[in-house]
């Protein structure tokens, strides 16, 4: 079982990335799948999470309007697309996988991506 996040990079604020998440070694159709980030000195906070099935997408406040998270249930992946990028988005983003339904906690989630860097800097 391995999640691979791709797509970080350095970008000027008001630019955008497209952040994904390829699964392989189960089906991401039945988990939820969350987008993490990390930044220096704070903690993980949970970005955005899509539901089994596309039930539910929930966004943090920091990122609503901005982030759109979304699902190719044929390539096994979760991607998502980051506009309007600011200073305060620079993290390391991590992808991860629960069962069925999303959860605000990192520690609820079970596969764990190796984390991609996004700098937004001038």
């Known amino acids: 079982v391995q999640l691979q996040a791709s797509g970080g990079g350095l970008v000027q604020p008001g630019g955008s990335l497209r952040l994904s998440c390829a699964a392989s070694g189960f089906t991401t159709d039945y988990y939820a799948i969350g987008w993490f980030r990390q930044a220096p000195g704070k903690e993980r906070e949970r970005v955005s999470c899509?539901?089994?099935?596309?039930?539910?997408?929930d966004y943090a406040d920091s990122v609503k309007g901005r982030f759109t998270l979304s699902r190719d249930n044929t390539k096994n992946t979760v991607s998502l697309r980051m506009n309007s990028l600011k200073p305060e988005d620079t993290a390391v983003y991590y992808c991860?996988?629960?069962?069925?339904?999303?959860?605000?906690?990192?520690?609820?989630?079970?596969?764990w991506g190796q984390g991609t860097k996004v700098t937004v800097s001038s």
């Open positions: 991860a996988a629960r069962r069925s339904l999303c959860r605000s906690s990192a520690s609820a989630y079970i596969y």
């Open positions: 899509i539901s089994m099935s596309d039930a539910n997408t």
